[in-house]
């Protein structure tokens, strides 16, 4: 006698869920249409709390200026700058400005935020982006290569590998690359983004991004490229380790999920290699849970960077946000945080298409 | 005719740290070319493991005796496969052999093409080009019968349905040519009317390719439709091989008896139901029913304000105290559906359900909570309806404490005691957790639970689906017995005719979401007037290959008919 | 190795590369009021009055002369022809402009208090300045012309009444110091080009172009000096890197006076036996003070956790300023600078204080370098190992400390003290008059008046005397306990000259000044 | 898909059902290797706590000991194992003391969030509606925010930037918990969605339970089988979220409490001056407890992963023959042993599936 509801034996392996119902297909850009819009409560919740938190921390001028001026000097400057009216009306006169796209200036040291962001985002964002690429080439390789020799002493020796990675706090690892590859090897720069000639060199360009890679390639001079490049490589590999033992992690996981479903034997049985199988069958289709993962990954991406940052002098907007938040300059710290509420909005949202573009189910 | 795969004193251990567990015990068996074997056997028989041996799919903790010598189709080179290398493993795989998947949706990987897929097993064996492979996968998604080959190659799996993945996995086995197909139940997934073509187009890839098949199934029906030959299998042992129309008609093996003795037959209820309807006191049909439902309409939401899904449409049944209305129709139809929402589960978006006098469309959880008492549910997969965590008397005793004012679990525990002898457990299964108990055992659990407060109205939504065909007839059996010693009356949803008919007095048969047909089982099953129920019916193999044959020409007209 | 090179190639000679840690607010004098701004502003914006190399003192910078003419009017006298480096103009009607402006803004984070004094500002002619004061006599006016509210600005390119941009000024080139801005990457990378229009009391830069790299962590700055890839490394490098690199041949560490100070505050109400407390008794309470001040071991603090990087303060007047003395060396301790435990407990017996006693002291964690909490840990332990107390250690964040610390909250306190400018008083009138800024409630009537006539006085033999007068009084009251004075620290690489010169009691530090041999 | 042949089963035994015992003795292999020597880092940083004081040869904050003072950056020797901070502490005493301080934020921090975070998910999860929705996107929206400067902002506000010993811990346990609570939320609400799709909490409804019952009884308990794994590595997360704020300046004051990460802070400039024990002991502390943390958290993901789980034991066959069925391969067949429960294996193994001789 036979039945039809037989549970899916693999309904926990992600890749194998069963096709929607057809009802939900076509729907797929409406999909990403309201995955969007998520991103404005998602900032206004964030702005909402980081006004409040913030406020209740204490003002800009005691923290700029209370080693120097007595209480009344002080209480005067603070209600001059209108620190002392009430909060929901100070609260309202922000989302006003928001509402109108005008971020302010910094209090501190009076700039625009806008200029701020462009100026320390680009450094984030290389950073980002460098480390996700060393992740990247060394995560998923060894993630398959794991996954492949699962249970045998490779797969153990690289995972306690990852786990170590992952263990060692980003700023103690800085050090130690530091010292090791800076100070005793001399093959690259202690910190920073660059030498001072290759600073100088970019900023003669008068359209420079802030993203020293492209400037170094706009010079035209090898030299600032490879300059620009050295610089970025210890940054990289500290915050990159720490990923990429997170992605060698999923991939393994997600992979042996694979390897153990039906599709992956049905290409056996059709004769197809174990190499391929690895590669073609059990890869891509769990690429997609890993794909989403990353997208998660990118707020703890931007908090790696916060100590990478610091360590190697890497003036991105982590280590500035950090500095905004010790002299309470309010409207910064709120324009930031707007910033990094977008990009991971924005990262999530391309990673859904990401995901969709690897995920027929999902693109149809 | 020469021998394909011949299987001698296969031995299948595998081995764990408590030493090695045997799950082939001298198994020999041999197919020959343009042959149909069929395994069947109980669940956890070795029929699977028995299978993958062939293929060389066996995993590294697998460790084996005997010989599988397997031929190629020309049969011109043969392989021991226990003792070949991977390499050479991998080159007979999809040549010399290939197999066909349980669950066509998880054999194929969701991110490929078909046609990628289909040509992968072209490329893995020989230089072909990118276009020749792409022809021949053409070729054969026409052969195995998917319209429009040429457009739908480039289709990924999801956008099949059920039996055209059956078809394209088909096509990727014989796209190789192989002289032998096993096919590890592969209708099992699919609805009777689908099966049917499925087991058409095997029938016809013996016919028409010579290839020979390797059959496992649970089905007998299927088995008297296809195969040639039966071995059953029986913990780890073949214990009878026999033609066809031999085992059926005259089985040897005792286990064998009793599995022929259990699988249902449809017509088999309708005297049942005709001697209980002639039991019914005077004026029964004009007592308010339970269950009247008008014009009943379900549609879920859809999401992300996407149009919902209606999914049960302008329905119209009644279900009458101490009756049993067989819900039938193929996946999807809506079944669980409707039963879900007479119990309360699932909100009526139109027309109007009374349930034991309440009007469901726009009732609240509240307002329904009362009535819950005389409503027992039995839910298809009795594991996952008990609280893992809750001994079964725990389970049992819910509805007590929750109805019946019990304090807790312990002091209904002689309640509970009473309820699991009357579906014939052991009360001292009362003190297990639902996983030590067996997948019978624990439909009886949930039997016993749903009866607990001896409810006028029992749902039970595919109660025997997960079971196998022997234990499933002890449910039912008990089924009709506490039916008629408790009188409830029941909604006894089923995709599989012949166990409604055993049990319904009314069978009604869903089709799309309408109610296409109701009626006595008589009614319906001896005069279907709808298409859909008589091409139903028609789909349906019955276990007996000599009756097979002639329904299976009666089937072919009317699909020509159509 | 690909490891960038420090200097830049095609400059020849006179490049010179700096590093530091300090972070610029602003390079508008009316935004910041800051070391850092004020670091960068000292090489670009020409004052009026400045201090010359190696001394504390100012004398005319662009000005010919700067005198008193009336009780209340202080004229200054322009030299003739001076010109920003963008051609405009320097006259007294841009000093008028630069003065009024800063009144005008007072931005939050600008230095306009420090101008409490002035009334009005006339530009008689185009070099005649006259500034109205509006207390008579006012001796310290003149410094407060060098001081972060001081540096001349443009007025055709700088806006009268809000603050302009960084990128603006720069565009504007609206220079007239030392050097010229000529590359400005905020708080990465700044490059100066010297001035050859300037024409003040500093003289001409040593060298032609100085590029700043402004580093986030020191011991980054540590290793780029270390390893040769910036010349002078000033402000501020830890302690322990500054040792480690005394012996490190590569490098030359030069010290000077800093101005810096360290003190403990009292907070005369809630400390111990203050006013506000149950068992008030000034006597007593000051037999606590008394106490501590004989505990505290300032060589240790010194040696052990600045590694000499500061020195130990007897006074409130920082050693190197004119009229600084050693006020509490003789009074507390063993007389040499040393603690006296004995000295202590018969102190606190002598007032009838029972012992030991508990007492609350908070520092700030990361506000005056990481080493505070070092210093706090010494200073606890010599105020436990004594037997006469018992600490109660706490730290707390900068803007916490900041609120908290004025509503009373600290019976007892760590604060440090930048000056504004190189004069004694800057290190007496915002502590010890009766309104100050420290707000611990210390009055004392007779300070105040001596505070107040120094101010005033003309003569500068009287003044000093004054002065440590002052500082005697105080010495005695103990409102507060200065311990430590930071010294200026610069390491540079071998073959930098010049730092010496710089690295004096004015506490500017001037690019001007090196040269690269 | 498994077919089970079901003896008489035996109850089960206390130490199988606990959860990391029962684990322990389910692994095999490497598997086994990672779990145990996991396991050995996290008891040697447990037992380290608790008895810091007998294994310290001085306090945290001891400067000085009958000798006079230790002297500071004073490199290992036979009294200063592992020689002394810039502050003049003794570097080996502060390590230890530091599993103590760690311990401390650890559980705070967890307890704190694990009671929130479930409390909100089940509510969440069960009952759906306008506060559900309106948590998930608070929690992503706090998702969305660096952690680490969450924390920082959250250890001002809660403790005003103060540092003594419980303020430190409470503030760096406070805003690990704001960041952690979400992803409690996440999982346990993601399990109760889950888990009120059960049948077997349907069929509750069936039987008329109230909410709160099915949430309590049925929902609660099935939806927390997931914790010990995370509560592994947030625990792990903790200890670094502590160093980090520790480092980056807001940690707990040397004389309240020893904290690896406040260590590290003040030894950055000796580690480019050459004195590397500073900043080498508290590094590898932090690594080392994480480590084991993560070991015993990977370990036992794996161990509940039936994908992931290395093969083990079958039980031994007992030569019954006895009743066969199908056991359709349903998720939840989990015994009240715990966390694993992913998978059918429970019936698979102990219950003697494969009793075939
Ligand atoms: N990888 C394995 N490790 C250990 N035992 C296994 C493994 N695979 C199968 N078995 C055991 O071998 C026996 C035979 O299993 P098999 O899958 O062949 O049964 P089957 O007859 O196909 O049952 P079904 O009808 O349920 O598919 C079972 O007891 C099963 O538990
Ligand atoms: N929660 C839901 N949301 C949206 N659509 C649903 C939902 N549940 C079921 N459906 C859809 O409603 C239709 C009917 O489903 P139902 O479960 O009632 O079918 P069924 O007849 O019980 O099928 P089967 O035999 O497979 O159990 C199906 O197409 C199904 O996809
Ligand atoms: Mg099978
Ligand atoms: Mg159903």
């Known amino acids: 006698m036979s039945t039809v509801q037989i549970a899916d034996p693999s309904a926990s392996a992600p890749a194998a869920r069963r096709p929607k119902p057809k009802s939900q297909g076509g729907g797929f850009g409406r999909y990403l249409l309201v995955r969007f819009l998520l991103i404005f409560p998602t900032i206004f919740i964030l702005v909402t709390l980081v006004f409040f938190l913030m406020r209740t921390t204490g003002d800009p001028i005691t923290a700029a200026q209370g080693g120097r001026l007595g209480p009344e000097a002080l209480a005067e400057l603070r209600a001059a700058a209108g620190y002392d009216r009430p909060l929901f009306v100070q609260y309202f006169e922000y989302l006003g400005q928001l509402l109108t796209l005008n971020f302010g200036e910094t209090l501190t040291t009076n700039r625009p935020v806008v200029e701020v962001l462009a100026t320390y985002g680009p450094a984030t964002f290389e950073l980002v982006f460098y480390s996700l690429l060393v992740a990247f080439v060394i995560g998923i390789p060894l993630g398959l290569l794991t996954a492949y020799y699962r249970d045998k002493p490779q797969d153990a020796v690289f995972r306690v590998l990852a786990i170590y990675w992952y263990a060692v706090p980003i700023f103690f690892a800085g050090l130690i690359l530091k010292l090791i590859f800076s100070v005793w090897l001399k093959w690259f720069p202690v910190a920073g983004r660059a030498s001072v000639s290759a600073e100088l060199q970019m900023q003669t360009l008068s359209n420079k991004t802030g993203f020293y890679t492209i400037d170094a390639l706009m010079t035209g001079n090898p030299e600032v490229l490879g300059d620009v490049l050295s610089h970025a490589v210890l940054p990289a590999i500290a915050l990159g380790l720490l990923t990429a033992g997170i992605f060698l992690r999923l991939v393994r996981t997600n992979v042996i999920g694979t390897l153990a479903t039906d599709y992956v034997d049905a290409a056996r049985s059709r004769g197809v290699g174990e190499l391929r199988l690895l590669r073609k069958h059990a890869y891509r289709p769990a690429l997609i849970p890993i794909v989403t993962v990353i997208g998660l990954q990118i707020a703890l991406l931007l908090s790696g960077a916060v100590l990478t940052e610091t360590t190697f002098e890497w003036k991105g907007l982590g280590f500035i946000l950090v500095e905004f938040i010790e002299s309470r300059d309010y409207v910064a710290v709120q324009g930031i945080v707007v910033l990094l509420a977008v990009i991971v909005a924005i990262t999530n949202f391309v990673v859904d298409i990401i995901a969709a573009f690897i995920d027929p189910r999902v693109r149809y | ?562 | 190795g690909c490891t960038a090179g420090g200097g830049d190639p095609e400059a020849t000679g006179g490049t010179l590369t700096i590093g530091t840690t300090e972070q610029v607010t602003a390079l508008d004098p009316a935004g910041s009021y800051d070391n850092g701004s004020f670091a960068v502003q000292n090489q670009v914006f020409p004052f009026l009055l400045n201090t010359p190399y190696g001394s504390p003192d100012v004398e005319p910078d662009i000005a010919e002369s700067a005198e008193f003419t009336g009780p209340t009017e202080y004229t200054v006298t322009l030299k003739p022809d001076l010109t920003f480096a963008n051609g405009n103009d320097l006259t007294a009607s841009d000093v008028k402009f630069t003065f009024d402006r800063q009144v005008a803004i007072a931005d939050e984070n600008g230095p306009s208090s420090l101008l409490y004094n002035l009334d009005s500002v006339d530009a008689v002619d185009d070099t005649t300045v006259v500034f109205n004061l509006k207390s008579e006599n006012d001796q310290i006016f003149p410094q407060i012309l060098s001081s972060p509210v001081g540096p001349i600005v443009d007025e055709d390119v700088f806006s009268a009444d809000s603050l302009t941009s960084d990128d603006d000024i720069v565009a504007g080139n609206a220079f007239a110091g030392q050097y010229v801005i000529t590359s400005y990457d905020f708080n990465n990378l700044i490059s100066y080009k010297a001035n050859a229009d300037y024409d003040g009391l500093l003289g001409e830069a040593k060298t032609d172009t100085v590029n700043v790299k402004y580093y986030t962590d020191a011991s980054n700055l540590k290793l780029d000096v270390q390893e040769g890839n910036v010349d002078v490394a000033h402000r501020t490098l830890s302690a322990t890197d500054i040792d480690d690199l005394r012996g490190n041949d590569n490098v030359k560490v030069v010290d000077g006076p800093g101005g810096e100070i360290r003190y403990l505050v009292f907070n005369f109400n809630t400390m111990p036996f203050g006013a506000t407390t149950a068992e008030a008794d000034p006597a007593k309470a000051l037999a606590v003070r008394q106490a501590i001040a004989n505990l505290i071991d300032r060589d240790a603090i010194s040696e052990d956790v600045y590694k000499g990087t500061f020195t130990p303060l007897y006074s409130y007047v920082p050693e190197g300023l004119t009229g600084a003395n050693e006020a509490l060396k003789s009074l507390y301790g063993d007389g040499n600078g040393a603690p006296d435990a004995d000295k202590a407990a018969a102190v606190l017996e002598a007032a009838g204080v029972t012992t030991p006693l508990d007492i609350s002291i908070q520092y700030v964690a990361e506000r005056y370098g990481p080493s505070s909490s070092d210093e706090y840990a010494i200073i606890k332990d010599n105020l436990e190992s004594s037997g006469l107390f018992a600490v109660n250690l706490q730290s707390t964040e900068w803007v916490q400390y900041s609120e908290d610390r004025v509503a009373d909250l600290y019976p007892a306190y760590q604060l440090g003290w930048f000056p504004d400018y190189s004069d004694a008083d800057n290190y007496l009138t915002p502590f010890f008059l009766t309104e100050n800024f420290l707000a611990n409630h210390y009055d004392n009537a007779e300070v105040n008046d001596l505070i107040l006539e120094q101010a005033v006085t003309a003569d500068p033999a009287a003044r000093e005397a004054l002065i440590g007068e002052i500082q005697d009084k105080v010495a005695a009251d103990l409102s507060t306990i200065p311990y430590m004075q930071g010294a200026q620290v610069a390491v540079v690489g071998s073959d930098v000259e010049g730092t010496e010169d710089t690295l004096d009691a004015s506490f500017k530090f001037r690019y001007a000044a090196l040269s690269k041999g | 898909m498994t077919a089970a042949t079901v003896t008489a089963p035996v109850k089960r035994r206390l130490r199988d059902r606990l959860p990391v015992v029962h684990q322990l003795r389910q692994s095999v292999g490497l598997q086994r290797g990672m779990l145990v020597a996991g396991l050995v880092m996290l008891i040697v940083f447990v037992l380290s706590a608790i008895f810091a004081p007998l294994l310290a040869p001085y306090g945290f904050a001891q400067r000085a000991d009958a000798d006079g003072a230790f002297g500071t950056q004073q490199p290992p020797s036979a009294e200063h194992l592992f020689g002394t901070t810039v502050g003049g502490y003794d570097v080996f005493s502060r390590v230890i003391w530091g599993t103590q301080t760690a311990i401390l934020v650890v559980i705070v921090a967890v307890l704190l969030s694990i009671f929130i975070g479930i409390a909100l998910g089940l509510y969440a999860g069960y009952f759906g509606g306008w506060l559900d929705r309106v948590l998930v996107v608070i929690c992503d929206a706090v998702y969305a925010f660096p952690s680490l400067l969450l924390a920082i902002v959250l250890s001002i506000v809660i403790s005003g930037g103060q540092s003594n010993l419980w303020g430190g811990i409470l503030a760096a346990a406070g805003s690990i918990v704001v960041v952690f609570i979400p992803q409690y939320f996440r999982v346990i609400r993601a399990e109760t969605v889950r888990i009120k799709a059960e049948p077997f909490v349907e069929s509750a409804k069936v039987l008329g339970a109230s909410n709160s019952r099915i949430v309590f009884k049925h929902v609660f308990r099935n939806a927390t089988r997931t914790l010990p794994l995370i509560i592994t590595l947030n625990s792990a997360e903790a200890i670094l979220t502590l160093a980090a704020l520790g480092y980056v300046g807001f940690g707990i004051e040397p004389t309240a409490a020893a904290e690896w990460g406040y260590d590290l802070n003040k030894a950055q400039s000796d580690v480019t001056s050459g004195i590397w024990w500073t900043a080498l002991f508290p590094g590898l502390a932090i690594v080392f407890s994480v480590l084991g943390i993560m070991l015993v958290g990977e370990s036992l993901n794996d161990l509940a992963d039936p994908r992931l789980r290395g093969r083990r034991r079958v039980a031994q066959a007992s030569g019954e023959v006895a009743e066969t069925s199908v056991v359709p391969g349903g998720t939840l067949t989990a015994g009240p042993g715990g966390i694993e429960g992913l998978e059918d294996g429970e019936t698979f193994d102990e219950h003697g599936i494969e009793v075939r001789r």
């Open chain 2, 1 to 562: 005719m020469s021998t394909v795969v011949d299987i001698k004193n296969l031995g299948v251990s595998f081995a764990t740290d408590a030493g090695a567990v045997k799950a082939v015990d001298d198994v020999s068996l041999s197919v020959d070319r343009g042959e149909v074997l069929a395994i069947v056997g109980e669940s956890g028989s070795g029929k699977t493991v028995t299978a993958k041996t062939i293929l060389g799919l066996l995993p590294e903790t697998a460790t084996t005796r005997g010989a599988v010598v397997l031929s190629n189709r020309e049969g011109t080179g043969e392989h021991n496969i226990i003792a070949l290398s991977k390499q050479k493993l991998r080159e007979i795989r999809g040549t010399d052999v290939a197999m066909v998947f349980q669950e066509p949706s998880t054999a194929l990987n969701p991110v490929y093409t078909v046609g990628w897929q289909i040509m992968e097993g072209l490329r893995a064996h020989g230089t072909i080009s990118k276009a020749e492979a792409r022809a021949k996968a053409i070729e054969m998604m026409r052969k195995v019968g998917i319209p429009d080959p040429e457009e739908r190659v480039d289709h990924y799996p999801h956008q099949f349905s059920g039996g055209q993945k059956q078809r394209v996995v088909i096509a990727m086995a014989l796209v190789l040519d192989p002289g032998l197909i096993v096919a590890d139940e592969p209708t099992t997934a699919l609805d009777v009317t689908v099966q049917a073509e499925i087991l058409d187009l095997l029938r016809r890839c013996r016919d028409e390719f010579g290839t020979a098949i390797v059959l496992i199934t649970h089905n007998m029906g299927v088995v008297a439709d296809l195969a040639d030959r039966v071995a059953v299998m029986y913990q780890g042992k073949v214990v009878e091989e026999a033609g066809v129309q031999s085992l059926f008609a005259a089985p040897k093996h005792d286990y064998t008896k009793a599995l022929l003795a259990a699988v249902p037959y449809v017509g088999h209820g309708v005297a049942r139901a005709l001697e209980r309807a002639a039991a019914r006191p005077e004026g029964w049909g004009q007592q308010t029913p339970l269950v009247e439902a008008r014009g009943l309409e379900i549609t879920y939401p859809g999401r992300f304000g996407r149009t919902g899904f209606t999914a049960v449409g302008g329905v119209d049944l009644v279900i009458r105290p101490g009756e049993v209305l067989g819900l039938v129709g193929e996946s999807g139809s809506g079944k669980t559906t409707i039963g879900r929402a007479i119990a309360g589960l699932t909100k009526v978006t139109g027309g109007s359900l009374k349930v034991l006098g309440a009007e469901m469309n726009g009732i609240r959880e509240r307002d329904f909570r009362p009535l819950r008492s005389r409503i027992g549910f039995v839910f298809q997969d009795p594991a996952s309806s008990f609280n893992p965590l809750l001994t079964i008397a725990e389970c049992v005793a819910e509805p007590l404490i929750i109805h019946s004012g019990v304090k807790d679990a312990a002091s209904a525990r002689a309640k509970v005691d009473e309820l699991l002898e009357a579906v014939q457990l052991p009360r001292s299964y009362g003190d297990r957790y639902p996983h030590e108990l067996s997948g019978g055992q624990r439909q009886r659990a949930s039997l016993a639970r749903a009866l607990a407060l001896e409810p006028e109205l029992l749902i039970a939504d595919e109660p025997t689906s997960a079971l196998d065909v022997s234990v499933q007839a002890r449910v039912l059996e008990l089924f009709a017995e506490l039916q008629r010693e408790f009188g409830f009356a029941a909604l006894f949803i089923s995709h599989d005719l012949a166990v409604v008919d055993l049990l319904a007095d009314r069978i009604a048969v869903l089709y799309h979401g309408r109610l296409v047909e109701e009626g006595t089982g008589a009614e319906v099953l001896g005069a279907p007037k709808d298409p859909y129920t008589q091409r139903l019916l028609a789909s349906l193999p019955v276990p007996d290959p000599v009756a097979q044959a002639a329904r299976r020409e009666e089937l072919r007209r009317l699909r020509e008919a159509v």
